[in-house]
């Protein structure tokens, strides 16, 4: 009996995979990046019945071909590291779709087990699947599941276990396509896998064959896959194998109209379409939910203007309830201050205990969360609901105009909580061309911290409807400043290719974890660094050395940007974090109140030069993952230029505020 | 309409359905296409459409896809 076991959990988009991930793994999963790739892998561990399961969520893809990274990292996963079972996570009130995957990982020969998810939405939609009929059909285990409540998972894990204790040793000799019982894809495709098969067993390229399977990879080739094409050539003899197949394809070619990739692709469907009408039943066409809610969400005028409803209604929520929440923490800390200053130590150790240990503790927890955590809330369910893409229908046209279509505004949104995910999450995009633009316009999006400092200076003191002016400017920014990009990126735009998801009602646990894992990242990684910076700066307060810092600083930060000679400090600082900026300004003046510091006009420019001037360190390194040094580089000055321009420029026009 | 016309889906007026019969967009493109399910034979019903140049909607295969305008316009249907 096995002990360690690997499985992967491999899926569309959308159907709940992470979901199912979640359930199965606990709070401690890792997150981490594929080697040499940028995409997030993550991984968990589940203890079931004596055993230890490592539990390996690949990316949601459609296909197995080489058409992004994500497609790419989950093939070689599946070939390289050999995990023990691929559940194949099926959404079951699409399942043509979804069976077009699953034919590919039929293809790769692998021990499965089909995960039929989100049953209850099929049942919704009037459709009932035949669960024996498809087990046959496929000849791997199917278990029911609804993720979000748990449902099946116990079941699912024993069926997973059943298959890895049956599991025989298989190496494939001789491989014959008339064996296979569903696979069937027609007469002229199956006399060209054979034909290739055997090609490459002429040149004994064995390497390549074993690693994934006989009719995979004979597959691929008839498909042209260039990534594929490349691991052969590298192959001893396997030049020669490869000439010899294009030839051999030339006779295919000339049979067919269009792309072999097509052919292969159709030949596909008409395998899903087959098991998926033998198996699913309508029992009558439903109007669904969301048929009747996109009437609305996605007509051409009202489908803008809910959605200017739903933004504006959130941030102002999101804002009020900060702003509540701000106020009942700050009482709370108004406690401690005697605590503090009535220790018997001199009065210099007690400013710097307080103003850097205490007051920048006080900062972060009083003005940073009470914002982030709404925030966070509202980013999960606008993301788990299915609105976000929405969004991407209803902005498809505007993305076009700076080369991007739709989608790449997802990511772009995501930015709102963090820039981090967001520039990693333009890997979502197809070509490096719109990563380039989408990563670079993320790091120009205010994220969580940055839209603090925002609410909690100039919307708290001037009013949100200040805020709200600087939201918008930073829109226009960010339009401008990516619409200069596209033309200066070499390359042509994609169009939009989506899956339009059904809405959901997020799952309370899964959504939850979802927050506190974002939230634990504020808490674990953030939270010291601003302790930690702010009793730094209190120190070297008293050592006199910000007189040489502020001396580069002041041509800039005073003259052109108006701003007091201290900013030039903290806005170095907030490289690190951008909550640090307003944090730090607070507590090298020893106060809690911004107004002390800053006139109207002054918060103003300060905001938006923060929100501008760089990203944080944090985004630099994603930055550095997606699009390479010489490109980081790039972003970063073109921000600090942009800031500079636009916080001058405000300072010199705004003389009535 | 005649019979056997062949419009791409632009052209096709909303709640119409068609029959893909081809699709003239680039090989990256026309694979992503037929990935997502639209290969030659595949009926497809255009549900709705952006504003101005905004995607199209379609129905295929039972679930429902987004194409941006441009792409749209490649895929070409015919009505029987």
């Not at chain 1, 099926?90 to 990982?105: G, I, M």
């Not at chain 1, 064996?179 to 064995?206: A, C, D, P």
């Not at chain 1, 590298?234 to 490869?242: I, L, T, V």
Request: a positive charge; charged letters at 20%.
């Amino acid at each position: 009996m096995k002990k360690e076991i690997v499985i992967a959990l491999a899926g569309n988009a959308n159907v709940g995979k992470s979901v199912i991930f979640n359930q199965l793994t606990g709070l401690t999963q890792i997150i981490g990046n594929w080697p040499g790739k940028t995409v997030e892998r993550a991984e968990g561990v589940l203890r079931f019945k004596g055993r230890t399961i490592k539990i390996v969520d690949l990316p949601g893809i459609y296909s197995l071909s080489a058409y992004s990274q994500e497609e790419i990292v989950s093939r070689e996963f599946i070939a390289f590291e050999k995990p023990d079972v691929v559940i194949n996570v099926v959404d079951a009130s699409n399942l043509e779709r979804n069976l077009f995957f699953t034919v590919q990982l039929l293809e790769l020969h692998v021990p499965m087990v089909m995960a039929l998810n989100q049953v209850d939405y099929a049942i919704k939609k009037g459709i009932d699947i035949n669960v024996k009929k498809l087990e046959e059909l496929l000849g791997i285990p199917v278990v029911k599941t609804i993720a979000t409540k748990g449902k099946g998972l116990e079941k699912l894990i024993d069926k997973v276990l059943e298959v890895v204790d049956s599991n025989k040793e298989t190496t494939v000799n001789d491989y014959d396509i008339k064996q296979e019982k569903i696979l069937k894809y027609g007469n002229e495709i199956s006399e060209y896998v054979m034909r290739i098969y055997n090609i490459l067993l002429k040149h004994n390229v064995v390497n390549i064959i074993n690693l994934f399977h006989p009719l995979w990879i004979s597959l691929k080739l008839i498909e042209e896959d260039s990534d594929i094409i490349e691991k052969l050539k590298r192959e001893p003899d396997g030049k020669k194998a490869y000439e010899e197949i294009q030839k051999e394809l030339e006779g295919l070619k000339a049979k067919t109209d269009g792309p072999l990739v097509t052919l292969v692709t159709a030949a596909r469907y008409d395998i899903a379409s087959f098991i998926a009408r033998q198996t699913v039943s309508e029992i009558h066409h439903r109007i669904t939910w969301t048929d009747l809610i996109d009437n609305v969400a996605l007509h051409k005028i009202f489908g803008y203007i809910s959605m200017f409803a739903i933004v504006f209604i959130s941030f102002y929520g999101i804002f009020k309830f900060g702003e509540y929440f701000s106020g009942v923490l700050e009482g709370f800390f108004d406690v401690l201050r005697p605590l503090v200053y009535n220790l018997h130590i001199p009065n210099m150790y007690k400013d710097v205990l307080w103003n850097g240990l205490v007051e920048g503790l006080i900062s972060a927890i009083t003005i940073v969360l009470p914002y982030i955590l709404p925030f966070y809330v509202f980013l999960s369910i606008l993301e788990n609901t299915g609105y976000l893409a929405r969004i991407a229908f209803l902005m498809d046209e505007i993305m076009h105009k700076v080369g991007l279509h739709g989608k790449a505004l997802i990511p772009i949104l995501m930015g709102f909580g963090c820039n981090v995910p967001a520039v990693l999450g333009t890997k979502i995009l197809e070509t490096d061309r719109e990563i380039f633009i989408a990563s670079f316009m993320s790091t120009l999006v205010p994220c969580s911290a940055r839209i603090v400092i925002i609410l909690g200076t100039i919307g708290v003191f001037m009013g949100p409807q200040y805020a709200l002016a600087v939201f918008a400017l930073d829109v226009l920014v960010i339009y401008i400043a990516a619409y200069f990009a596209d033309k200066i990126a070499p390359g042509k735009p994609y169009d939009l290719i989506m899956e339009l998801p059904g809405y959901r009602m997020p799952a309370l646990k899964p959504t939850l974890k979802q927050i506190w894992i974002r939230i634990k990242d504020f808490l674990y990684v953030a939270l010291p660094i601003i302790v930690v910076g702010s009793l730094v700066l209190e120190i070297l307060k008293y050592t006199g050395i910000f007189k040489y810092v502020t001396y580069v600083t002041d041509p800039i930060v005073v003259k052109w940007l108006g701003l007091p000679s201290i900013v030039g400090i903290v806005l170095i600082f907030g490289i690190l974090r951008k909550e640090l900026t307003l944090i730090m300004l607070l507590t090298l003046s020893g106060t809690s109140h911004i107004t002390q510091i800053l006139t109207p006009r002054q918060m103003i420019v300060f905001g938006v030069v923060t929100m501008l001037y760089i990203p944080c360190i944090a985004t630099i390194a994603a930055l550095k993952r997606t699009i390479g040094w010489r490109k980081t580089w790039w972003v970063v000055f073109v921000n600090i230029f942009i800031a500079i321009l636009i916080g001058g420029i405000l300072n010199r026009i705004l003389t009535f505020v | 309409m005649a019979e056997n016309t062949i419009l791409n889906l632009i052209q096709l007026r909303e709640n119409h359905e068609g029959e893909i019969v081809l699709i003239k967009a680039g090989r990256a493109a026309t694979q992503r296409l037929n990935e997502m399910g639209l290969v030659p034979g595949t009926k497809v019903k255009v549900v709705r459409k952006g504003l101005l140049r905004g995607p199209v909607e379609l129905e295929v295969r039972n679930s429902h896809l987004v194409i941006g305008y441009g792409l749209a316009s490649k895929i070409y249907v015919k009505i029987a």
